[in-house]
């Protein structure tokens, strides 16, 4: 098993229409990107695009990920990339920001926006000016899903840090195992997501950013329970 088909399965399961919808992208159309690049795909990001790199159950709004469209819209950009960093998607209006992949060692690539290359006076991927969208590629599909089976709930509860303390997921995570909440695969370290008897927890905090969380639901005291003691040992706060 791999990250994405793990991915695929957790998704399924949140929507059984999900693997039906599924498209990948073709052989050659992947082997131009590669030979753009210069160099392989990660073995990452190729099972993401002959998956479900020309259609996918998860909605990536304004974005293609199509190999082929990407190779019309940032044909200058994939010779321009630094190694470890890949070009995941470009957005199809008037968003500024492309998607990248930005790999670590022994750990799941990070989901970053930047400028497009094309449009960067130096040409160059500096992390130090990239937004923050998912600690990982799974993360990225799984909480799309997640999120839509959390706003059917009868019963949800959001809240915020506005003070934007550091290090505050830490302390979350913590205190949702000792709940008894137990994490979904694709937890990470800007992100922890999980369950207790059908309660749903998600709390995100990204670099430079204040934790965020959600708990939803079927059983309003058990929501209550989880928000609530969160909202109180972590002082946070409903979202303005």
Known sequence: MSRISDSIDF????NPAYAQSLRGSSAADIAKVEAAMGRPLSAE????????????????GNFTVSPSVLLQLRSATYARLPPGVELLAAPTDDDLMDVFLVH???????????????????????VANT????????????????????VQQPHLVTLDDHHRRPDL????RALMLSFGVTPYFWANDWSFAGTAKGTIVVGNQPPGCGLSIGVAGPDR??????????QWQLELSRPR
Do not use: N
Request: proline content about 3%; hydrophobic content about 45%; charged content about 30%.
């Open 11 to 14: 998704c399924t399961r949140a």
């Open 45 to 60: 990001h190729r099972e993401f695009l002959e998956t479900m790199g020309e259609g996918s159950g998860s909605d990536f």
């Open 104 to 126: 670590r060692q022994d750990a799941a690539p990070r989901v970053l926006r930047h400028r497009p290359l094309e449009y960067v006076d130096s040409a160059d991927f500096d």
């Open 131 to 150: 937004e923050a969208m998912a600690g990982g590629l799974d993360e990225m599909l799984c909480a799309a899903e997640l999120s839509k089976v959390a």
């Open 169 to 172: 997921l830490d302390e979350f």
């Open 221 to 230: 005291w058990a929501v209550a329970a989880l928000a609530g003691t969160a």
